[in-house]
């Protein structure tokens, strides 16, 4: 016969209260993490400081290179001199580009920092190829520019239009001037009128109308009759026109006519 097992007997009443584990929390990562996110805000604020400070910093020195030979220092200096206020590194290069630029002289500029607290401007000036008019130049694009004051002394032809012709007029006397290279004449200006007649003279003074079409292949009809006829008694000449179709015209000096 079975035994039966004796089931444990539930005490009613209080029951005896069971202890938990206790939790022991490790604070060290919390506290390297705080003390880190500390040391940075305080590497970045130093370093803003420092960014401020540096900011502030005036330029203390500003170079002008590149092979300047009609600008005056004086005049870049007082175009420089207005944007130079601010730091350092708040200075707006563009802007100080655009302003040299507008000295006629300059073609081009480029301006740099230079460590330390300098500024370096590097100036490409324009090509003179001609007068044009009688307050301006013309470089060696076709672009006109006027300096404040125009001197006279340059050995250069003098070259007239309209300004929408400039590189036209330029290009023109650029091709007659290496025509003429081979003889002893020299093309002193070059001129386009209202009408559109084309008119140079020469280093003698000798006038040669051109006519209003094709200047370049006038001037070959011209040099034609000159190495045949003309070469000898040149001296005499006071003006020539190559406005005919079967030759040209000539008209002497004194009375020869």
């Known amino acids: 016969m079975a035994r039966k097992q004796n089931k444990p007997v539930k005490k009613r009443g209080a029951q005896p209260k069971r202890h938990r584990p206790r939790v022991q929390r490790n604070w060290f990562p919390l506290l390297r993490l705080t003390l880190s996110l500390a040391i940075c805000v305080a590497v970045l604020g130093f370093f803003g400081q420092l960014i401020l400070s540096v900011g502030s910093v005036s330029v203390e020195r500003v170079a002008f290179a590149g092979n300047a030979q009609y600008v005056a220092r004086e005049d870049l200096i007082e175009r420089v001199a207005p944007h130079l206020d601010k730091g350092y590194f708040a200075l707006a290069l563009d802007e100080i580009k655009h302003s040299v630029e507008?000295?006629?002289?300059?073609?081009?500029?480029?301006v740099e920092r230079s460590w330390p607290w300098s500024l370096t401007i590097t100036i490409e000036e324009q090509s003179p190829i001609a007068y044009w008019g009688r307050d301006s130049f013309i470089n060696n694009r076709g672009e006109i520019f006027?300096?404040?004051t125009l001197s006279r002394d340059l050995e250069l032809p003098m070259l007239r239009g309209p300004e929408s012709s400039?590189?036209?007029?330029l290009q023109a006397y650029q091709l007659i001037a290496q025509?003429?290279?081979?003889?002893p004449l020299q093309l002193g200006q070059l001129s386009l009128d209202e009408k559109g007649q084309w008119v140079g003279v020469t280093r003698e003074n000798v006038e040669i109308?051109?006519?209003n079409t094709r200047p370049v292949h006038s001037m070959k009809r011209f040099l034609l009759v000159y190495r045949q006829a003309l070469h000898?008694?040149?001296a005499d000449v006071q003006q020539v026109d190559t406005r005919y179709i079967n030759g040209i015209a000539v008209d002497w000096k004194g009375a020869r006519s």
């Open 102 to 110: 507008q000295e006629p002289w300059v073609f081009s500029a480029r």
């Open 146 to 148: 006027t300096p404040a």
């Open 166 to 169: 400039a590189l036209a007029v």
């Open 179 to 183: 025509m003429l290279a081979e003889t």
């Open 209 to 211: 109308r051109l006519g």
């Open 232 to 234: 000898e008694r040149f």
